[in-house]
């Protein structure tokens, strides 16, 4: 059979190992998120085509990680397939639940509006017996809860109320249960967190710190203006010091030119409480709401040279990395077919990023229903058909060689004009080359124990 290197690869540029006085490269093989080590004549063989000459083994393991493959196969189509499938054969059902429609921040860049509206008991209900009509299907192995904002901790009630009768539902149809919730943290106390995840079946929680105090209180103030970091860090150093409670936990900062030289501050901070082996820390950049807010964001270029830096920051301090995108075949609710999201006030969404905000109207256009059977305009094929936008050209994604890791980031953005691509296309060449770095480090270090052994022996 006729084969080709696939068009869905990174390779770094070349670089000289010290220890083995080689030329190397790092390459990924996206379609399936492998790394190979090689030598810069294999990588000369691979360029040119010259596959024979590799011995079998190695030809073997480039066809398997699919670096090397059929020469007329169509590889954006196996791919957009393959996506296609994962999100019909996923038999996990995700629901996101707003509990309420109000927060106690008022964050400068968040565009949703925010009113005291709590999720009513009729909806509460409504929203039970949709759950039902979905489970009865028998499609699905497990139900997953997320419980999103604006604050879902302010409409604690409510979860209280959904969380037994939902647990309850997806036993009577032999599914497993599990819970996540993004909160900003300020209700987050001890006693909550408890309740949360020995109750309430919570297994991730993700709280938002926007750097040290002096930039979180800045951006992340509550309505009335008070400040909120010093609260947030205590709940989340409290949670993150619990050997009582099996949860994970991460922390958010989402940075544009206002606060991203605070990210290194808050690094140290959370180091200096001994926290980087109990909870996951990761930086996003601002984006749009609705909003101007992805105006005031770092560039993606910027953006991605900073985050190399704060990766290195984060070795050094000791908090555990992942470098390397994994394959995403589903790249979000929107392209999945049953999840979806509830709103306090009953509209339902296949985006999570469209709720509660005015600048898509009202009704909001991208609501696809409502819990009491009226019809909304939206419609779910809007979003959902992202994988054929994808197929037919219309978007940038059908020549990248990064879509089988990314899937096409958000198809909402995609949709606005506006470019989602992740950091991980504009740095994939330095996190390469960083895992490499530190793969060398582990094996010096592992060299070097095994030697002290065997003089000990």
């Known amino acids: 059979m006729s084969m080709r290197i696939s068009d869905y690869h990174v390779i770094t540029p070349p670089f000289f190992d010290e220890l083995e006085k080689r030329i190397k490269r790092v390459i990924f093989a996206t379609r399936t998120a492998n790394i190979r080590i090689i030598d810069d004549h294999t990588w000369s063989l691979l360029e040119a085509g010259q596959f024979e000459q590799f011995s079998q083994d190695i030809l073997f393991d480039f066809v398997d990680i699919e670096l090397i493959v059929p020469a007329h196969e169509d590889e954006l189509k196996t791919i957009l397939a393959r996506n296609d499938a994962a999100k019909l054969d996923d038999d ?10 109000f927060c106690q921040l008022g964050c400068h860049y968040c565009g ?14 409504r929203f039970l017996e949709r759950t039902r009509v979905k489970l009865e299907t028998q499609k699905f192995h497990s139900l997953s809860v997320s419980w999103f904002g604006a604050e879902p901790l302010v409409g604690l009630s409510v ?5 037994p009768q939902l647990k309850s539902l997806a036993e009577s149809f032999g599914c497993s249960y599990d819970a996540r919730i993004v909160t900003n943290g ?13 109750e309430f079946g919570v297994t991730f929680i993700e709280v938002t710190l926007d750097g040290v105090a002096e930039f979180h209180n800045a951006r992340r103030m509550q309505k009335n203006g008070l400040p909120t970091f010093d609260t947030i860090f205590a709940n989340v150093t409290a949670l993150a010091h619990r050997d009582d409670l099996d949860v994970q936990l991460n922390i958010r900062c989402n940075v544009d030119h206002e606060n991203y030289e605070s990210v290194s501050l808050l690094l140290q901070k959370l180091a200096d409480e001994g926290l980087q082996n109990k909870l996951r820390f990761y930086v996003a950049p601002i984006h749009s709401w609705g909003n101007d807010a992805h105006t005031r964001s770092l560039t993606k270029e910027e953006f991605a040279e900073w985050e190399i830096a704060w990766f290195g920051e984060m070795i050094n301090l000791g908090f555990p990395m992942g470098f390397i995108p994994e394959v995403k075949p589903i790249v979000c609710m929107a392209v999945t077919p049953n999840a979806e999201l509830v709103d ?12 509660y905000v005015p600048t898509y109207g009202t009704p909001n256009e991208y609501a696809i229903d409502h819990l009491s059977g009226k019809e909304m305009p939206g419609k779910r094929d809007r979003l959902g058909n992202f994988n ?12 990248c060689p990064m879509l089988p890791v990314c899937g096409g980031a958000c198809p909402k953005s995609w949709l606005e004009g506006i470019a989602p691509c992740p950091s991980a296309k504009h740095n994939i060449e330095q996190r390469l080359l960083l895992t490499y770095a530190l793969s060398r480090i582990e094996q010096e270090e592992s060299s070097l124990q095994e030697a002290s052994t065997a003089r000990r022996n």
């Not at 996990?92 to 429609?101: D, E, G, H, M």
């Not at 306090?344 to 709720?355: D, K």
């Not at 037919?392 to 020549?399: A, I, R, V």
């Open 186 to 198: 300020l209700a987050l106390t001890e006693k909550v967190a408890t309740e949360l995840i020995k």
């Open 112 to 125: 949703q509006e925010h009113t005291s509206k709590m999720m009513s008991e009729d909806d509460q209900k």
């Open 92 to 101: 996990v059902l995700s629901l996101v639940v707003q509990p309420t429609a």
């Open 159 to 163: 979860i209280r109320t959904l969380t």
């Open 388 to 399: 054929d936008r994808v197929r037919q050209g219309e978007y940038p994604c059908s020549t």
């Open 344 to 355: 306090a006030y009953g509209n339902i969404f296949n985006c999570t990023e469209v709720s």
